[in-house]
């Protein structure tokens, strides 16, 4: 069994930058690709960034240019450096993993396997 446990986040006002952790421990080709999702009540979960160990990334239209994603392969550790963080940015951070390569073709939460335990990030405007 993967697990992930996530850190960073928090409150920020508008403009400003936060940065989000995850470390995976356990079997490391079940983080081959990791991810990271958000959600906010009564909408669905939605993907903002996905890398891989075979260098693929994907980012959501929202977030380029203002989000980086990285990932430490050697120690199964994703990072997600947020810059220009805006009010609509609010919402539960999750990290994904999932040792399916390809997985983010279709960038689908229901596709990923191992999942944190969510953190808060509030931007306030």
């Known amino acids: 069994q993967a697990l992930l446990v996530q850190s960073g986040g928090g409150s920020v006002q508008a403009g400003g930058s936060l940065r989000l952790a995850c470390a995976g421990s356990g079997a490391s080709g079940r983080f081959f690709c990791m991810a990271w999702f958000r959600q906010t009540p009564g909408k669905l979960r939605e993907g903002v960034a996905g890398v891989c160990s075979d260098g693929s990334t994907k980012y959501a239209d929202s977030v380029k240019g203002r989000f980086t994603i990285s990932k430490d392969n050697a120690n199964n550790t994703l990072f997600l450096e947020m810059i220009a963080l805006k009010p609509e940015d609010t919402a539960v951070y999750y990290c994904?993993?999932?040792?399916?390569?390809?997985?983010?073709?279709?960038?689908?939460?229901?596709?990923?396997?191992?999942w944190g335990q969510g953190t808060q990030v509030t931007v306030s405007s």
């Open positions: 994904a993993a999932d040792p399916s390569r390809g997985i983010l073709y279709h960038f689908r939460p229901e596709d990923f396997t191992y």
